[in-house]
């Protein structure tokens, strides 16, 4: 009894394997639904760091390539971004996408895809920046970083909506150091 138990079950298994490949085959054949024809999004991470302008030597130590999100007016913020392609997983460079940054002003900064840090890199990536005037006004900057790809796909980044994380332009102004 146990002998043909295993049987039918074993027969059943593959009645059933079968129906399911006769389905797929047999299935409706509307190219319309067909995801791979439809244009992917890009993956596009991005953030906002402390950039050198205006900085002393010790405070490039310190403060220089550290996310943050609240800037002095006469500072530099640089934003670092990665685009992936989400079919291959590989980050995409400049001889197939571009990469911008459109501020709430409605100001547009291209952004550069190259080595980082320049002189001793250990990374590669997109990125570009906004010195803020000394009399920029204060208070939330809104930007999106949007990767457009030379297929026609894009993908965009938009910083979460929390105040604490959102790029703010303070009241504080640094001083205009000396160029070096």
């Given at each position: ?7 039918l079950?074993?027969s ?64 530099q ?16 460079g ?37 010195k ?18 030379t ?15 959102l ?10 150091l000396?160029?070096?």
């Amino acid at each position: 009894m146990k002998r043909i138990n295993g049987r039918l079950r074993s027969s059943a298994l593959v009645l059933v394997g079968l129906l399911v490949v006769s389905v797929a085959a047999c299935g409706d054949d509307d190219s319309s639904s067909d995801t791979t024809s439809q244009p992917i999004a890009l993956s596009v991470v991005s953030d906002v760091v402390w950039g050198p302008f205006n900085l002393t030597d010790d405070q490039k130590a310190v403060q220089s390539c550290v996310p943050e999100s609240r800037f002095p007016r006469n500072s530099q913020v640089v934003w670092r971004t990665r685009v992936i392609d989400p079919v291959t997983g590989e980050q995409m460079g400049d001889d197939v996408v571009a990469v911008q940054v459109k501020l709430g002003d409605g100001q547009v900064i291209d952004l550069k895809y190259g080595d980082h840090p320049r002189d001793t890199p250990t990374d590669t990536f997109w990125a570009g920046s906004f010195k803020v005037p000394v009399d920029y006004p204060t208070g939330t900057l809104s930007y999106e970083v949007v990767a457009t790809a030379t297929d026609g796909r894009t993908g965009n980044f938009l910083p979460f909506n929390v105040a604490p994380s959102l790029l703010t332009i303070t009241d504080e102004v640094l001083e205009t150091l000396p160029t070096q």
